[in-house]
């Protein structure tokens, strides 16, 4: 090869490299060149209210039917099984009175009832002092109280507390259950007795 046939070959092999790079230069931009993206922003802010709720539940028949003996005078005795469920941090109570809607004074009376019947009159036990039922009477008993009964309130009066948890409930709710009882002689008239009772759960301040 003479001097000027490498000289040209140079020559020749650097108008390529040249003519590559020249190729190359219109696909790099600079970031100052690029057109800016239009932009908008909205904040958007989710707010979840828990509310304080109480349920008093059961899956229990709410027609306690007794049926004392009048001969051997025998009581009877049946228990309504609820459950309270809360998300109160600090718990709730629950009270029991006659429901407002019978209003008879707590007695326990037939259909019809004029003054002057006979009647299931309410016993005179309470939670801390509990009673037998005497002849004729009817009351209510929770787990605290072991045996006996106490009286239910009338309407009118204060309720009674049955239960109370200065916490939330558990998972399901809490038990709370309630147990009615009667006893009566072959002083009292055939029939069916009734009244209702009022049972609310509420929530602790």
Do not use: H
């Not at 230069?25 to 100052?32: G, L």
């Not at 002057?116 to 009673?131: A, H």
């Not at 009615?180 to 009022?198: D, H, Q, T």
């Amino acid at each position: 090869m003479t001097k000027k046939d490498f000289v040209v070959g140079g020559l020749a092999a650097l108008a390529v490299a040249a003519v590559g790079v020249r190729l190359l230069a219109p696909v790099m931009v600079s970031a100052e060149d690029e057109p800016e993206d239009e932009v908008d922003t909205s904040v958007v802010t989710v707010e979840v209210t828990i509310l304080d709720t109480i349920v008093i539940s059961t899956a229990d028949d709410l027609l306690v039917q007794l049926e004392p003996d009048p001969i051997t005078g025998e009581e009877d005795s049946g228990t309504v099984r609820y459950r309270v469920a809360t998300n109160n941090p600090s718990g709730y109570y629950v009270e029991l009175i006659e429901n407002e809607d019978t209003d008879q004074a707590a007695e326990l009376r037939q259909d019809g009832w004029t003054a002057g019947d006979t009647v299931i009159l309410p016993g005179g036990g309470s939670i801390l002092s509990p009673l037998a039922l005497d002849d004729n009477e009817w009351g209510f008993r929770i787990a605290s109280m072991g045996a006996g009964y106490a009286k239910v309130p009338a309407w009118g009066g204060g309720a009674v507390e049955i239960a109370r948890k200065l916490t939330a409930s558990a998972v399901g709710g809490d038990p709370v259950n309630v147990t009615f009882g009667a006893k009566v002689n072959e002083e009292l008239e055939p029939g069916v007795y009734s009244n209702e009772v009022l049972i609310t759960a509420i929530t602790n301040p």
